[in-house]
């Protein structure tokens, strides 16, 4: 099936697309519908690449609006961990439904994911027609290396055959919950798989004085010593890391994703420094991290908070301009993130904004999309060249609200 969108807006020009078998085929002012294309008119809407949500637990709306206002360690280990103990399958496909469908809403076409039973997730991704990066959670602070490991192992295997929307990776948890030996394991096995890894690091400074006190060595440099830090690495929140740090992240290449919203809601004490982390040449994506900790999935509130962290904490307006922010937000300054092009050849995944939107009405639309908009402003959501919403209509949202209700009421939430 051919779909075409004609009368689209891109860069102040107005032009079609069309793309055949999940590809962009033309794109350009030439571009008319032909006959039998599934056709879509923009009229007069920007067309614009797609947000990536580089961090998140999708599952975790399950736990939206019972984070407690508790401190980091307090809230998982009294409110998060004792319920995910009793997390099933079923659980997670329909928290994740509901992720994807929030992410959907607003504009988000891909997703890195690291939560307990991920082939839910994944089969919940595959339903919803998005894009994602899984990882089980690896931990081995119960001392079980080898069950990990095998976790890990078949992970990998089942994440693989869920098809083609779905990238698997390794997710060791952290540097506080899984032990030395593991971490070098899990680094040597990304080398021989050539799969990404996706870790939280640096973020609380208990964190990084707990790592400095047993390891002698700040977060970074003792990843770096096992072997962790490559370009296959992307590393949640960064918060604490320090220049030579990011220097060192720079020089191998790894990914650091902020999660501004959840590090302000947590009261982590700091905010990145995306102005150090630039000059020292780090790739940077934006996250929203999980909605237990955020609530919102919604990257536009995400990408605000971030323009405005940085302006403030740096006490300078030009910190980080509009455009960067949302290169940032979009995956285009972070190629492991998996950013869509809208260009020929390139994945069809784009997004429709509303062409009447009264956010986006006047003035630019990079500082609008960042200062003034949020996900309703999204009208269109292509991925792979299927139509996944339209007119901010998703299809099936009252039976996926319904469903994970249910679930998060069987879990006492
Ligand atoms: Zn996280």
Redesign the pocket.
Known sequence: MTLTVTGAVLDGETVGLRCEEGRILALGPEVVARLGDETIDAGGAPLLAPLVNG???AAMTLFRGSGGDLPLMPWLEERIWPVEAKLDDEDVYWGARLACAEMTRGGCARFWD?YWHPTATARAVADAGLRATIGAPLFDRDGDAEAMRQTALRSLEQLAELGPLVEPALAPHSIYTVSEDSLRWIAELSAERRVPIQI?LAETEGEVEQCLATHGLRPAAYLDSLGMLSERTVL??GVWLDHYELELIADRGCTVVT?PA?NMKLAVGGIFSYPAAREAGVAVGL?S??AG?NDSLDLFADLKLFALAQKHAAADPTAVTAAEAWEIATGARAPLLGASALAVGAAADFLLLRADAPALAIGELASNLVYAAGGEVVDTVVVAGRVLMRGGELPNLAEIVARAGERARRLGL
Do not use: I, L, Q, Y
Request: hydrophobic residues 25%.
């Open positions: 961090h998140t637990h690291m939280h949640a929140h999660n959840a996250g991290d999980g900790s």
